[in-house]
């Protein structure tokens, strides 16, 4: 059963730091393209980040130069560094599969307020 649970959210002023981790079973991780995703309050989920198999890694433009991947094969963890956050940057985060996405985990909320 594949499942994925996220973790490392929280509460920062603007400008702030928090890194995120991502835990998966139940896929061949390191085969796996994965990717960050958000969703903000009353928006679609929206990708922010993939790292696939060969190691290209990708970002959103909102995101581009403030957030981090990096994945641990060894581990089947993934995380998501966030540097320079900004009040738009508030959502709820989630980690999944590129394809097919399943086995969603909670996601772990962050909020960047004064």
């Known amino acids: 059963q594949v499942q994925f649970a996220e973790s490392g959210g929280g509460l920062v002023q603007p400008g702030g730091s928090l890194n995120l981790s991502c835990t998966a079973s139940g896929i061949v991780f390191r085969d796996a393209g994965l990717g960050w995703y958000r969703q903000r309050r009353g928006k679609q989920r929206e990708l922010v980040a993939t790292s696939i198999k060969s190691g290209t890694i990708w970002y959103s433009t909102s995101v581009k130069g403030r957030f981090t991947l990096a994945r641990d094969n060894a581990r089947s963890t993934f995380s998501l560094q966030m540097n320079n956050l900004k009040p738009e940057d508030t959502a709820v985060y989630y980690c999944?599969?590129?394809?097919?996405?399943?086995?969603w985990g909670q996601g772990t909320q962050v909020t960047v307020s004064e």
């Open positions: 999944n599969k590129l394809i097919t996405p399943e086995g």
